[in-house]
């Protein structure tokens, strides 16, 4: 709890006018036996960065034979940490910068 207070007060010394703040909770990795053929979601990045400008692409996969009963997964979010403008984003579904 020390430690959450901590970074909370930390991010609002940072940003006073700011309404919330984004908190991780909880991270975690999956390891698995038969590697992405257990996933639920399967992802993979492109990464290319030059001097001038960083691109990333993200392709995903939904593995409902990975779940002992397929069910839609809801609210997936990826998240990450720009530095920088972002002058351009493209999303396929749309999505939201």
């Given at each position: 709890m020390n430690a959450l207070?901590?970074?909370?007060?930390?991010q609002a010394e940072g940003n006073p006018s700011a309404s919330?703040?984004?908190v991780d909770m909880i991270k975690y990795q999956v390891n698995t036996?038969?590697?992405a053929t257990t996933s639920p979601l399967q992802l993979v990045s492109y990464w290319k960065c030059e001097d001038n400008h960083?691109?990333?692409r993200i392709d995903y996969k939904y593995n409902p034979h990975a779940l002992a009963s397929?069910?839609?997964l809801l609210n997936v979010n990826v998240m990450v940490p720009v530095d920088g403008i972002v002058k351009n984003m493209q999303s396929k579904p749309q999505g939201q910068w």
């Open positions: 207070t901590s970074l909370l007060r930390k919330y703040f984004n036996l038969n590697g960083t691109d990333l397929p069910s839609p």
